[in-house]
T-cell receptor
Framework: SQKIEQNSEALNIQEGKTATLTCNYTNYSPAYLQWYRQDPGRGPVFLLLIRENEKEKRKERLKVTFDTTLKQSLFHITASQPADSATYLCARRYGGATNKLIFGTGTLLAVQP | EAQVTQNPRYLITVTGKKLTVTCSQNMNHEYMSWYRQDPGLGLRQIYYSMNVEATDKGDVPEGYKVSRKEKRNFPLILESPSPNQTSLYFC??????????FGQGTRLTVV
């Protein structure tokens, strides 16, 4: 079955450092992976999409990679700030259905000032 | 502004009293979905809809109903709520190969 796995342990880092979050998937590579940010009690908000044929995608301080050999995506936040503290979710397209997404459980990032 | 609107934001109810959580989107998306989120379990899909009059069960459909009579609305119905349905609920909509847009969430407590 298709699954998305994220490290359930919280990631604590110091302000200014680079945060790296991992997303592993099972089964065949999805056409794309998506990353979302979720603040406590609020709905997830889309950050980045990376397609299967893209190795890397950047948006301001964010960078996402997609490694189909390792079946893994890495999400990086450079020059992290306390305001980056949140839960980050990875999602993949489910099967051949273009619209259905399945989500990982998310990784809580805490950036200490 | 593109948005998904859920109501109510907070709801406390008693066991067995039917309730409906409404969800509406203004992006003309065909796909809509309901999730519940519990500590340590992440987002779990309850039901989804690929289009009007096309709904299907997600991973945790027991105790829930949905309907999709119009494209913009996708209400979640709890016919006889029980305490194990106490949770944070999210509605989402999604276009073809685009990101998902989530509502603000509904925090439901069943006593």
């Amino acid at each position: 079955s298709q699954k998305i796995e994220q490290n359930s342990e919280a990631l604590n880092i110091q302000e200014g450092k680079t945060a790296t979050l991992t997303c592993n998937y099972t089964n065949y590579s999805p056409a794309y992976l998506q990353w979302y940010r979720q603040d406590p009690g609020r709905g997830p908000v889309f950050l980045l999409l990376i397609r299967e044929n893209e190795k890397e995608k950047r948006k301001e301080r964010l960078k996402v990679t997609f490694d189909t050999t390792l079946k893994q995506s890495l999400f990086h936040i450079t020059a992290s700030q306390p305001a980056d503290s949140a839960t980050y979710l990875c999602a993949r397209r489910y099967g051949g259905a273009t619209n259905k997404l399945i989500f990982g459980t998310g990784t809580l990032l805490a950036v200490q000032p | 502004e593109a948005q998904v609107t859920q109501n109510p934001r907070y709801l406390i109810t008693v066991t067995g009293k039917k309730l409906t959580v409404t969800c509406s989107q203004n992006m003309n998306h065909e796909y809509m979905s309901w999730y519940r989120q519990d500590p340590g379990l992440g987002l779990r899909q309850i039901y989804y809809s690929m289009n009007v009059e096309a709904t299907d069960k997600g991973d945790v459909p027991e105790g829930y109903k949905v309907s999709r009579k119009e494209k913009r609305n996708f209400p979640l119905i709890l016919e006889s709520p029980s305490p194990n349905q106490t949770s944070l609920y999210f509605c989402a909509s999604k276009g073809e190969n685009t990101e998902a847009f989530f509502g603000q969430g509904t925090r439901l407590t069943v006593v």
